[in-house]
């Protein structure tokens, strides 16, 4: 089970942070992925936009190769039980673990204008949402990592109160490491809403994903041969591991290992890597949105495989905690 808020225009770090993940699972696991347009509420309440956003990313799901007849794919509203088990999981939830949230904290540093409860209590609806499937395995990046503890705390709060109802839920990802995708300018991760030119969106345009890649940081290169990269210059190298072929890393590592490495090339090549990784995305993005009767068709048949899932887990919830009388 796995989320992903409608807050923007997806990028490469959600593509290889989780959805990577989400396609390679479809055929191995019984799988729920959804919009998570109420977590989306804690930062952007205005809803105005936010239709054409969550259309926006359910296309870009579809797009990158998750399939709607193999997996629940629904918007996180459509399934009224999640506000149910949220109720009771702030029970459990204690106001100290909820304000040490370093999400949190930093929200509440861009926003001080809007410190609101939803915030504070966000991982305990992500718990909601990922336990609501009795979930094991949550595909997410390495910015979720705090929050899966959370969720497991919650879980585990929950089981011996009231009795053993869920798995243990673990962050996941095929290559066992959690992934971070690095902003372009090397300072912190890709996002969708803080510092746009530093990250490379799935609907850039060929011209601009180069223009990007063009302006990220490099240096004159290194003096002595098999010297540590600093961490602008690993950046580059990472961001070539995730889309370039392995002739091409191992000639530039050469390169750099031999300080004859020139990164006007190195750049020139990621461009056109990131380009041929990216447009075919973009272009099926496109059509897919066209069809607006498609994504409706896919939304509520997503949302009725999650409210079968999700009844038959609040039949539990209920009786374990006695409130059937
Ligand atoms: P969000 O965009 O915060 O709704 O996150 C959706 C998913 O993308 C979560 O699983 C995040 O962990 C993942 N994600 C977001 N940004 C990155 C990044 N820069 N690198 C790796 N994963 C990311």
Redesign the pocket.
Known sequence: M????P?GFL?L??Y???IQNYVKMQDEFECYFMV?DL?SLTTHPDTSELKTNVYRVLAENIACGLDPDKVALYCQSHVYETAELYLYLNMLAYIGELEKTVTFKDKVRLHPENINAGLLTYPVLQTADIILHRASYV??????EQHLEMARNFSNRFNFRYGEIFPEPHAFNYNQVL????SLDGSG????SENQLATLFLADEDDLIRKKVMKAKTDNGPTENNSDKPDYIENIFGLMRLVSSEDVIAKFEHDYNHCVIRYGDMKKQLAEDMVSFISPIRNKVNDILNDEAYLKRVMQQGAEKARKSAKATMELVREAMGLHY
């Open positions: 796995s989320g992903i808020r807050t990028h770090g959600n290889f942070g989780a998570a977590h595909p997410v990046g390495k910015d979720q992934v971070k995708v690095p991760k890709m996002s969708k």
